[in-house]
């Protein structure tokens, strides 16, 4: 790879010192924007200069791309994807497979309005699902000048999740985004995500001076979207940004290891429970529920790791018709042995 392709490729989020995946007479290009069948891919012809173009997606692709995924382009055609090193996905409206929502992520920005309080649930389900992407997340709290006591929600959302960075910011008055700007530089992909209303576009709007529509968030909190397709943007700091359309549901479908990231306190306490499958509802010597009766564990934090436990045990049976099926003949087994005779 020449060095001119390698600062070319910088400028999409390639970072230098990763393997080419390209070969022969393929070129190297990253999709920005998948349109149904087709998917506009920024790519590089020469070794320098860009091209933006739109590619019918073949019938034997490897692989149906999605934003962000690298791809490689030979004669005319987008011949095939990249191996995906982070993906970030939730379960599939279909209820049965696993919607990948983009790939390619370097660091996850977990965006949350603090202008009506922080919700601690919102952010603890999108912490799970940025450690499940295997990209590295970061705490965004936005519309800072409209809250009254931003530095509360600070120390709240590192409580919420602990290990993960915080930044407070405010695209109004311009606070934080200096340093945030500085952590989307060359070789960096970043995307963000949280719910409509929580500032994202806004956020987008005044990093790079654009002029993406935004809509008013009602008195509840709730936004409407105003970003409708996935889409990756080449910013002036040198790196991209993925942005997505705001969450309406935040199903999880992700694996013990980033929920026990999320509730790093959690994992640390249950190191010193009597049993090693200690589910902690009730069993004898669970180190947590004594730390919730201490007081030195939030009983409200618990509570949301219980109902995560239950909710990723659901879309599991849900992915396992055996096992949803067993579920059904208990609790139909369990309504049998209840009911009163006549």
Same mark, same amino acid.
């Given at each position: 790879m020449?060095? @001119? %392709?390698?600062?070319? %490729?910088?400028?999409l989020g390639w970072k *230098?010192?990763?393997?080419? &995946?390209?070969?022969?007479?393929?070129?190297?290009g990253r999709v920005s924007i998948m349109h149904g069948s087709a998917a506009e891919v920024i790519w590089f012809p020469?070794? *320098?200069?860009?091209?933006?173009?739109? &590619?019918? %997606?073949?019938?034997? +692709?490897?692989l149906r791309p999605v934003a962000g995924d690298w791809v490689a382009i030979e004669d005319g055609d987008l011949t095939r994807v990249a191996e995906r090193r982070t993906t970030l996905k939730r379960p599939d409206p279909n209820g049965k497979d696993v919607q990948v929502m983009a790939a390619g992520i370097d660091t996850v920005l977990i965006v949350l309005p603090v202008d009506l309080g922080l919700n601690p649930k919102n952010l603890e389900r999108l912490a799970i699902m940025a450690w499940d992407s295997g990209a590295d997340p970061l705490v965004v709290l936005t519309k800072a000048d409209a809250a009254? @006591?931003?530095?509360?929600?600070?120390? *709240?959302?590192?409580?919420?999740?602990?290990?993960?960075?915080? +930044? +407070?910011?405010?695209?109004?008055?311009g606070r934080g985004l200096d340093e945030l700007r500085a952590r989307m530089g060359a070789g960096t992909t970043t995307t963000m995500l949280g719910a409509s209303g929580a500032g994202k576009t806004s956020l987008l709007n005044a990093l790079e001076g654009h002029t993406e529509a935004v809509a008013h968030v009602s008195r509840d909190g709730q936004g409407r979207h105003t970003t409708t397709t996935r889409k990756l943007y080449r910013l002036a700091s040198g790196g991209v940004l993925l942005d997505l359309p705001g969450i309406r549901s935040l199903d999880l479908l992700v694996d013990d290891e980033a929920l026990g990231e999320t509730f790093a306190d959690i994992t640390a306490l249950a190191a010193s429970c009597r049993f090693a499958d200690c589910s902690h509802e009730g069993d004898q010597g669970c180190a947590v529920e004594a730390a919730v009766a201490a007081g030195t564990l939030p009983e409200r934090r618990l509570a949301s790791w219980r109902a995560i436990r239950r909710e990723m045990a659901y879309q599991a049976r849900r992915n396992d018709p055996a096992a949803m099926a067993a579920e059904r003949q208990k609790w139909k087994q369990l309504s049998k042995s209840t009911r009163k005779p006549r």
């Open positions: 020449t060095q @001119s %392709l390698t600062r070319a %490729l910088a400028t *230098e010192g990763d393997p080419g &995946f390209w070969t022969g007479g393929e070129r190297p020469g070794d *320098e200069e860009a091209e933006t173009t739109v &590619f019918e %997606l073949r019938r034997d +692709l490897n009254e @006591s931003p530095e509360e929600a600070v120390a *709240e959302a590192e409580a919420a999740a602990p290990g993960v960075p915080v +930044l +407070l910011t405010s695209s109004a008055d």
